[in-house]
C-alpha cells in the first residue's frame, strides 16, 4: 500500500494519459502518428525523440542511451520535425509530444 505522496507523479502521468485518450481532437501527430510510422517504415522516430527528451535535449546522452553515433540522432530530429510537422525548438510542442510518446503504451498507441 502506498500514499498519494509516495505515488503522486505516477498518479499525475496516469490522469494525463486519460485526459489525453480523451481529447481525440488533439493532432495525432504528436506521439501515435510517430510510433504508426516506425512500424510501417521500420524506422526509430519514437524512441529516438523518447531519448532525446529524456536525456534534457542533450545529444550525447540520446546517442549514447541509443547506442548511435550523435549525429545519428541530430538527422533523425530533423527529419522527425519535417515528417510530422512539430517544432523541437517550441517547449510546449516538446512537452506534449514527450507525454504523448511517454504514455503511448498506457494509451494503446
Known sequence: MATIDEVWASATLSALAQILAAHEALPRRLGPAVRAHDVEHGTAYAST?????DANRDIAAA???LAVHPNTIRYRLSRAETIFGFDLANPDERLVLWLRLRLGDQLGW
Open 49 to 53: 525523440l523518447l531519448a532525446y527528451l
Open 63 to 65: 546517442s549514447k542511451q
